[in-house]
């Protein structure tokens, strides 16, 4: 015998991966991308405000941080090092200017990558993003 969710997911609309994670990233509902993904800084809403759809399925657990730390990185350390020996710039505004500048961006990239992942997972149909119910 087969098993009917498997059957249940085949069946349904095709949930085209970049558009919803494009949308997450946006902070917007993978689905309609009218509605907000979450209710408060980090906090994902259970559901989408303007079409219903539920989001309380999420499990973007450390993913979000890690690409976090990975964009960011990528982007202050070229700029430092070139900064560096570019201008030689005195120990104090490096100490100043770099801390703040990764603070700035960890804070910006942190949500919309976290819908980022929201997306890719509703697009995905994982943790129950499908329909089907989890035992």
Do not use: N
Not at 1 to 22: H, K, N, Q, S, W
Not at 113 to 127: P, S, Y
């Amino acid at each position: 015998m087969t098993d009917p969710l498997v059957f249940e997911a085949a069946d349904a609309a095709p949930r085209p991966a970049f558009p919803a994670i494009r949308r997450g990233f946006a902070q917007r509902c993978p689905a309609c991308g009218k509605g907000y993904v979450f209710g408060r800084f980090l906090k994902v809403a259970d559901s989408c405000g303007h079409c219903g759809e539920e989001l309380l399925h999420h499990q973007a657990d450390d993913a979000p941080p890690y690409f976090t730390i990975m964009v960011v990185g990528h982007i202050v350390v070229p700029m430092m090092l070139w900064t560096e020996l570019a201008y030689l710039p005195p120990i104090w505004l490096h100490a100043t200017l770099w801390p703040a500048l990764t603070l700035a961006l960890s804070l910006w990239f942190l949500p919309r990558l976290k819908g980022a992942v929201v997306g890719w997972q509703w697009a995905l149909r994982m943790h129950g993003f499908g329909g089907q119910t989890e035992d």
